[in-house]
């Protein structure tokens, strides 16, 4: 006789047998002790079965009468042998040998998830501190303030009690080592995660997958998006909306990247909806001006002029910014839209835009977004001339911060005006 606990597919198999998922914490707990030699021959109690997963609903003495009832149901399939018990309501083990046993992932991820399933006793006040940190480093996130986010978050916190505030607090760093350019210490948190096998664990980690994605967006695109559409599968297969939300946004924006504006629309405008539902006001900011993205390369490959759409979407973006107070950190709505304002020949609304972006990068200071609001204004200055900046000069800023921002087609697209526009002032 074979027992599998496999917790990434959610389900308990005894040979050919599945059991109802709600067993798979029970049998989780009891392949543990049976696999640990200091507790292999002990019994696991109704009490202890009764802080686990959706067993913690249930007072031990309805835990005792449904294993007592399942072990009835055991007998009939001839897997009697299968459990072993200290009065039927009271105390179980498994009886097979422990060589029998199967983890999938691996024992360790599943006594993880165990762990992140267990209630704790409450007797500890130091979780309080662990606590006002993390609340802190989200709202210094939200506020644009990444590097003090990172600094509330320097020590770990204490998981013994809770062990899902560590998966909060592994994306709250993540989402800052990106906003901060810290690849490294992304990557290690990507590492840790990618794996984990507990739900809290698991939305954790496709949402740093999507930041690492997201990160890699200028690298092989195509290669990039079918690794996320095998995990988008997965996240929809297991309801996990929230970290689909992410993934289907960054599966939007390299479908951009890779030339598909129309399918990119299509993640884009799912992003939206998932992103509303589940909160996440800082990713649907984006996820309205990625939208805004692709309605106007949509109408570019068409021949057909920018609409008002586009810019009904950049407003929506402005304005879950403006209430929520989040993306305030970054000028890349206001500088696209002066561009798009430029492309219509509209300079009351481009130099509007532009002035709205200058003031963000003047309290931001992000390397890539002065990159992208000095080549727009070197080529609003140059359409429509004013006297008021030096379209060459902004353009050498702009390459030089594209070159630190590692941002290959910017920096191809700044170099061409940039001889362009030297070439015509050599004529003159």
Not at 299 to 309: F, V
Not at 399 to 406: I, L, M, T, V
Request: net charge neutral.
């Amino acid at each position: 006789m074979r027992l599998v606990v496999d917790v990434e597919a959610g389900r308990v198999l005894v040979d050919s047998v599945e059991f109802p998922k709600q067993w798979l914490d029970f049998y989780a707990i009891l392949a543990l002790s049976r696999t640990d030699e200091a507790t292999s021959a002990s019994f696991v109690s109704a009490d202890t079965v009764s802080r686990i997963g959706p067993w913690q609903h249930k007072a031990p003495a309805s835990v005792g009468k449904e294993v007592a009832r399942h072990l009835v149901r055991l007998d009939e399939q001839s897997l009697g042998k299968l459990l072993g018990s200290r009065g039927k309501t009271r105390t179980w083990r498994l009886t097979i040998p422990a060589k029998s046993i199967r983890f999938v992932p691996g024992r360790e991820e599943v006594a993880r998830w165990v762990e992140s399933r267990s209630l704790r006793a409450r007797d500890e006040h130091a979780w309080v501190g662990d606590l006002r940190r993390l609340v802190e480093a989200t709202l210094s996130l939200y506020e644009g303030d990444a590097e003090r986010a990172l600094s509330h978050l320097e020590q770990p916190v204490d998981a013994s009690m809770e062990p899902a505030v560590e998966a909060w607090a592994a994306l709250t760093r993540g989402r800052a080592a990106y906003r901060c350019g810290e690849d490294e210490l992304l990557s290690a948190l990507h590492e840790a995660w990618l794996r984990r096998a507990d739900g809290a664990g698991r939305t954790v980690g496709a949402k740093l997958k999507a930041l690492v994605s997201l990160r890699n967006r200028f690298e092989k695109p195509d290669s990039v998006l079918r690794s996320l559409s095998r995990l988008a599968a997965e996240l929809e297969l297991r309801g996990d909306t929230a970290a689909l939300g992410s993934v289907v946004n960054v599966m939007g924006m390299l479908s951009r990247r890779a030339g598909d504006p129309e399918s990119a629309m299509t993640y884009h405008l799912r992003a939206v909806v998932l992103l509303g539902i589940t909160g996440d006001y800082p990713s649907l900011e984006g996820a309205l001006m990625n939208l805004a993205n692709c309605r106007r390369e949509s109408l570019q490959i068409a021949n057909q002029p920018i609409d008002e759409a586009v810019f009904t979407l950049v407003e929506l973006s402005r304005l879950v910014c403006r209430r929520l107070g989040v993306g305030i950190d970054s000028a890349q709505t206001e500088v696209a839209a002066a561009q798009w304002a430029l492309e219509a020949e509209d300079e009351q609304r481009a130099r509007y835009y532009l002035r709205e972006a200058e003031v963000i990068v003047k309290r931001a200071g992000d390397t890539f977004d002065l990159g992208c609001f000095h080549f727009a204004r070197a080529r609003i200055e140059h359409a429509f001339p004013d006297g008021t900046s030096d379209p060459i000069k902004d353009l050498r800023i702009a390459e030089k911060r594209f070159e630190e921002a590692g941002d290959r087609m910017a920096l191809a697209e700044t170099r061409r005006l940039l001889k362009a526009y030297l070439a015509e002032k050599k004529k003159r």
